[in-house]
């Protein structure tokens, strides 16, 4: 069965760091695309970065140059190193395997969700 | 700011048929790249509804249908039913943006 299970969130305080990790299940991560998608409360879904299978990586305007995402082909993991965190960064933040081709890129499965606080 | 624009709620009673719109630009929708649409229930995480404009992935009731044409798309509902109560998004590629877009999400409540 195809499994996404994410961990690490938590409050922490702007300004301030927090990993977050999402262990597969069911397939090999190294040979697909992996995104996180983030939800703020009350509001809609936004994209936030994507890892290639063959190591390329892409983020939105909005956290570019602050969080940072990469894999652990060994552990079948994909991470999101968030820094400098601020307030506007709460939100539930989701893994997604992708389906990718050039004109049809999707997210064909979901974790359940790891909430991220950011306040003093 | 979601460059996809899709109505706030809609609405229908049992058994009726709703759509949902998607609006977007020349530097996605009519970019040529394609459509997705995704429905997430209460409290639960986003779950792929049709991917590719118009296909459903195995699972999905052909209740549920897709479609594009030039810069919008649409997501159809017919025979409503009272699980279909969620909040439905549009999802496309911008080339604009280098980067995968929303759209801003509709609410269907059943009457």
């Known amino acids: 069965e195809v499994q996404l299970v994410e961990s690490g969130g938590g409050l922490v305080q702007p300004g301030g760091s927090l990993r977050l990790s999402c262990a597969a299940s069911?397939?090999?991560?190294?040979?697909?695309?992996m995104s996180w998608v983030r939800q703020a409360p009350g509001k809609g879904l936004e994209w936030v970065s994507v890892?290639?299978?063959?190591?390329?990586?892409y983020y939105a305007d909005s956290v570019k140059g602050r969080f940072t995402i990469s894999r652990d082909n060994s552990k079948n993991t994909v991470y999101l190193q968030m820094n400098s965190l601020r307030p506007e960064d709460t939100a539930v933040y989701y893994c997604?395997?992708?389906?990718?081709?050039?004109?049809?890129?999707?997210?064909?499965?979901w974790g359940q969700g790891t909430l991220v606080t950011v306040s003093s | 700011q979601s460059v996809l624009t899709q109505p706030p709620s809609v609405s229908g009673a049992p058994g009726q048929r709703v759509t949902i719109s998607c609006t977007g630009s020349?530097?996605?929708?009519?970019?040529?790249?394609?459509v997705h649409w995704y429905q997430q229930l209460p409290g639960t995480a986003p779950k792929l509804l049709i991917y590719?404009?118009?296909n459903r992935p195995s699972g999905v009731p052909d209740r549920f249908s897709g479609s594009k044409s030039g810069t919008s798309a649409s997501l159809a509902i017919s025979g409503l039913q009272a699980e279909d109560e969620a909040d439905y998004y549009c999802?496309?590629?911008?080339?604009?943006?280098?980067?995968?877009?929303f759209g801003t999400g509709t609410k269907v409540t059943v009457l």
């Open positions: 069911g397939f090999t991560v190294s040979s697909n695309y």
């Open positions: 997604a395997r992708m389906y990718y081709d050039f004109w049809s890129g999707y997210f064909d499965c």
């Open positions: 590719g404009n118009s």
């Open positions: 020349s530097s996605n929708i009519g970019a040529g790249y394609d």
């Open positions: 890892i290639y299978s063959g190591g390329i990586t």
């Open positions: 999802q496309s590629y911008d080339s604009s943006l280098s980067g995968y877009v």
